[in-house]
């Protein structure tokens, strides 16, 4: 019997990629890459120039269909493989990534009459402009008590489903109106798959306030606002497919942009977070899987229902079944260091690191790491991009304290990467502290090539540190719930034992570089309650007197 295959197909904030990859062990053939034409629009549309307000972020969903057309095509070529071996296909995006939908799947954008309103394109994962949105959300959830609210830690996020929902009812209630449902970009790539609208359990539990079958009620909703009473129950509500079940089957215009057969499998959709939980073979209690790119995800399993401080959701079968499934977040990591490295480095240090022969990055990594801990008398928050948990506030924002006149950019770099350790320790603690055991931290995502990062993680929060062995952990992770839902093996977990790999253990905490970093830490945690935790609001001023600079 010939080799089969399968499809994972992972869809990040700039680009897609397609994994080509070998049912019977998880071998990854071949990769390749397509980047979205209109990347990410948060200063204004592409298609008509007109200017976006603060904070917002959006994408064209027909990018969407381009990595169809281009990365798995390519990545089957560079396989070498008979594409009639292929067994099926599935997909992974960031969440909460939506979009308003008519009822063929056509984005709302992609109307004329509607290229140049911001409302009817996808709204990204990080499209913060909801926020006071949000706010209004978790203050009325609050005064009446609401019973889905802990399992959110008592707060919801601008970037979920009914902040951005509240926002465009609000603000563009034609677009609301003429909507047939407001689609997850996770669901709506694989409609165009499958050619059917399922909605995946994992974004509608995480995303949508999906909890025990039922959504908020109909009268919270109508507290919010009367008009918006029904958006539920009109505009999410929809058939839920669980993870490794298959959506539907790969439609003949599908086959014709993929070069796949007709007729395969295609898997319900999931998150890129907690697609990769199986890849890294984490299905188990007690082992936390953190994405770390651009922003970090934190995902786990557990036996326990438990309710967690900031957390951003816990849902059963949220990344595989019979266990509950968290996850937390940091909503910005290496976007920081990407930030402080275009904006703030000299170009000396870029004409060094060309010398030496290396990134920027890592040449600023290497000389950070030649100063003791805590030499560079600095600490840092690390919201840039607002906090994610355990705060959940995007009003929120970054600071650097303790410069003087003799700190050198290799200090900001090193005080920037502890911060995002420190923020991991933090959500880390919490789960501790709520009676979620964090036995193992593992790694996956592109900054884990970064062994002093990955080090100082381990030091940091006193975990033994395991890595992913693949550098496409989102996209084999979609691959094996392709092999699931086309009847290769019977369950995630056994998908996971199969094709998932990774390295045990490669990091472990050194005692007194731990020590250490306790006293920084304990310093971020002063500042973290006082700057987070309302006894100084001064960041949420500053970000209210910018929105008005803005949109003046």
């Not at 995006?93 to 939506?98: D, G, R, S, Y």
């Amino acid at each position: 019997m010939s080799e089969k295959y399968t499809i994972g197909v992972d869809y990040g904030t700039l680009s897609g990629r397609a994994v080509v990859v070998r049912v019977s062990d998880g071998h990854e053939l071949s990769s390749a890459v397509f980047e979205y034409p209109n990347a990410v629009m948060d200063s204004k549309l592409n298609s008509s120039g007109k200017a976006l307000g603060a904070d917002w972020a959006l994408q064209d969903a027909n990018d969407y269909v381009e990595v169809l057309k281009h990365a798995v095509p390519e990545a089957i070529k560079l396989a070498k493989i008979d594409a009639n071996d292929v067994i099926g296909i599935a997909t992974d995006f960031t969440a909460c990534t939506i979009l308003p939908v008519l009822e063929d799947s056509t984005p709302l954008s992609n109307l004329a009459e509607f290229r140049d309103r911001p409302h009817a394109y996808v709204k990204l994962w990080k499209h913060h402009a909801a926020q006071p949105h949000a706010d209004r959300i978790n203050e009325l959830g609050r005064t009446r008590n609401e019973s889905w609210m802990p399992r959110y830690g008592g707060q919801i996020s601008s970037e979920w489903e009914l902040a951005k929902g509240l926002q465009l009812f609000e603000e563009d209630p034609e677009i609301y109106n003429r909507m047939f449902k407001f689609v997850e970009a996770a669901d709506w790539i694989i409609w165009r798959l499958g050619g059917k609208y399922v909605r995946n359990a994992c974004t509608a539990g995480y995303k949508g306030n999906l909890q025990d079958g039922e959504y908020p009620s109909r009268e919270f909703f109508a507290a919010l606002n009367p008009g918006f009473a029904d958006f539920a129950v009109e505009k999410l509500d929809h058939e839920i497919g669980q993870l490794g079940a298959e959506a539907g089957k790969l439609t003949a215009e599908a086959a014709g942009w993929t070069g796949l057969p007709e007729g395969i499998t295609v898997a319900v959709g999931n998150v890129d977070a907690h697609v990769t939980a199986p890849a890294a073979q984490a299905t188990q209690p007690g082992q936390m899987v953190a994405i770390m790119g651009t922003s970090t995800c934190h995902v786990m399993n557990s036996d326990k229902l438990v309710e967690v401080p900031g957390m951003c959701g816990v849902v059963d079968g949220g990344i595989v079944s019979g266990l509950y499934g968290y996850e937390a977040g940091q909503s910005g990591v290496g976007d920081i260091f990407a930030w402080y490295v275009n904006n703030q480095v000299p170009a000396s240090y870029f004409a060094d690191a060309e010398k030496a022969g290396k990134s920027i990055h890592q040449h600023l990594t290497d000389l950070a790491a030649e100063e003791p801990i805590g030499a560079h008398g600095l600490v840092v928050l690390d919201w840039h991009s607002g906090n994610r948990s355990v705060l959940v506030d995007h009003e929120l924002s970054g600071i650097v304290l303790g410069l003087t006149l003799t700190t050198r950019p290799e200090q900001v770099y090193r005080a920037l990467l502890e911060a995002t350790a420190f923020g991991t320790r933090k959500i880390v603690e919490t789960f501790q502290k709520s009676g979620v055991p964090v036995t193992e931290f593992i790694v996956a995502g592109g900054l884990l090539k970064n062994k002093f990062l990955m080090q100082l993680y381990s030091d940091a929060t006193r975990l033994p540190l395991s890595t992913i062995a693949s550098d496409q952990g989102p996209a084999l992770g979609s691959a094996i719930h392709a092999a699931v839902a086309a009847g290769a093996y019977a369950n995630i977990r056994d998908g996971a034992e199969a094709m998932g790999r990774s390295n045990r253990g490669v990091y472990q905490p050194n005692e007194s570089a731990s020590r250490e970093y306790d006293k920084l830490y304990a310093e971020y945690e002063i500042l973290h309650d006082y700057f987070g935790r309302g006894a100084n609001d001064v960041m949420k001023r500053l970000k209210t007197i910018r929105r008005e600079a803005i949109n003046e």
